[in-house]
């Protein structure tokens, strides 16, 4: 037996998973979550996951491997964490921690090593279409930001590859999402504005505050209440209301970024051709399949003339297990 350990580092929270990897697979073994803000860096994290790992499964835990996956860009095993002010390098962690191989990778990178740990039940799908096994993934997230990756097959294996495609340039497609463009440039002073800057959760709050200063759906005194309090997620509340399809102007921001996360998720599924599968993760997805598949998104994400016929060969699937970042650096720390 080998023993891995998986971590997912974020800016809010960081999970950690002992994993048993044997000729069967991987078992997981002891999990548990810490608030990173709490933290100077994540060695003291880890060292206080293993002394608690060892009372729980009551004998000393000594991973072989590690793989981490961290929201940020990550080169040469280094990436430094601005929201933390964590800088992680892996040769650093393998001595602190007495490991002998540490990997630090993209989380959506590690999302796509962790498609490959999904069952079914893991999964919801928008576009059934078999998948081709020797065909390339593709992986679209929104969150916090936008995230994009790819996996393409390799000699029986695949390779797993992060990107940072959420910041190419938002192209709007109508009148209204120039005049969104226009209103992001002057809100947030911007010279140009990227696709991650619509569609994600800070974008779901600029839609709804375009809209608002459109003057055509009145704000509710009940959403108006919960945006005044500084405490609140407002992509989550906005979300929410218009899910509940209780407030016009929340409802009316759902349907515009639904359209533009479609539109979006058709651009990478032609740069990227995923026979394999397109994958779409991250936080919001996963709490809004419904409108996913009801509204605009593959109206939008087929609305490419002609080249529609090639987006409809396409799988398409909502990938919703949280967990699929850990998983994924479980399966990477096992097989480097």
């Known amino acids: 037996m080998t023993l891995l350990l998986a971590g997912d580092i974020g800016g809010t929270k960081t999970i950690l998973q002992l994993v048993a990897a044997t000729d069967t697979g991987l078992t997981p073994l002891y999990k548990n979550k810490y608030p990173s803000q709490e933290f100077p860096d994540l060695t003291p994290i880890v060292e206080t996951f293993l002394q608690e790992a060892a009372q729980e499964l009551e004998q000393p835990q000594h991973p072989d491997k590690a793989c981490f996956a961290i929201a940020g860009p990550v080169e040469n095993d280094h990436c430094t964490l601005t929201n ?3 800088e992680l390098e892996g040769r650093r962690l393998e001595k602190d921690l007495n490991i002998p191989r540490i990997t630090l990778i993209n989380d959506f990178a590690a999302i796509g090593y962790g498609i490959f740990g999904l069952s079914e039940d893991d999964q919801h799908i928008l576009q059934d279409i078999p998948p081709d096994p020797n065909g390339a993934i593709a992986i679209l997230g929104a969150g916090t930001g936008l995230g994009q990756g790819y996996v393409i097959p390799q000699s029986g294996d695949y390779r797993v590859f992060s990107s940072e495609g ?10 209204q999402e120039y005049q969104l463009l226009e209103y992001v ?3 947030y002073n911007l010279e140009r504005v990227s696709v991650e800057r619509i569609v994600s959760g800070q974008g779901i709050v600029a839609i709804y505050n375009f809209l608002k200063t459109q003057g055509e759906i009145p704000e509710s005194p009940e959403i108006a209440q919960k945006l005044a309090d500084p405490s609140q997620d407002f992509g989550v509340v906005i979300t929410q209301a218009g899910l509940a399809k209780g407030d016009a102007l ?10 533009l996360y479609g539109a979006e998720a058709g651009n990478v599924a032609l740069k990227f051709l995923p026979y394999g599968g397109l994958y779409i993760a991250g936080g919001i997805a996963a709490n809004i399949v419904n409108l996913l598949q009801a509204g605009d998104f593959l109206p939008s994400y087929r609305n490419k003339g002609r080249m529609t016929p090639v987006l409809n060969k396409i799988p398409i699937r909502v990938i919703t297990n949280p967990q699929v970042g850990l998983i994924g650096a479980g399966i990477c720390a096992s097989k480097f």
Do not use: C, Q, V, Y
């Open 250 to 259: 929340s409802e009316a921001t759902m349907d515009l970024f639904i359209s």
């Open 84 to 86: 933390l002010s964590w």
């Open 185 to 187: 440039k002057i809100t």
């Open 166 to 175: 959420g910041h190419t340039d938002f192209a709007p497609r109508t009148l």
